[in-house]
């Protein structure tokens, strides 16, 4: 079992920044694959950005590339997500997960451990 909270989450005006941290607790936090969704009332849940086990790969949702920084401290056993530029579009509750295994890190039924998840409001 791995048990994730995330914090960092608020309120903000369109264009300021936030860091939002995912603590993990648990099995070992560098066996597991690390993603951040998000989800607004009335919609799917949607994929932000996702980091291998090593840090060494990425991937991020074309609506947030070049605004977001997805990185994990493995002594920390956390997560961050760096987002800049914020837009209201952004407003949305945010998730970390962790998955054991990796088909392409977009796909919500990939990960086997969620968050509670954080609320991020950005207004216009």
């Known amino acids: 079992q791995v048990q994730l909270l995330e914090s960092g989450g608020g309120l903000v005006q369109a264009g300021a920044s936030l860091r939002l941290s995912c603590a993990a607790s648990g099995r070992t936090f560098s066996d597991y694959h690390m993603g951040w969704f998000r989800k607004v009332p009335g919609k799917e849940r949607e994929f932000v950005a996702t980091i291998s086990w090593s840090g060494g790969t990425t991937k991020y949702a074309d609506s947030v590339k070049g605004r977001c920084i997805i990185s994990r401290d493995n002594a920390k056993n956390t997560v961050y997500l760096q987002m800049n530029s914020l837009k209201p579009e952004d407003t949305a509750v945010y998730y970390c997960?962790?998955?054991?295994?990796w088909g392409n890190g977009v796909n919500p039924n990939e990960y086997d451990y969620w968050g509670q998840g954080t609320q991020v409001t950005v207004s216009s």
């Open positions: 997960a962790a998955a054991e295994g």
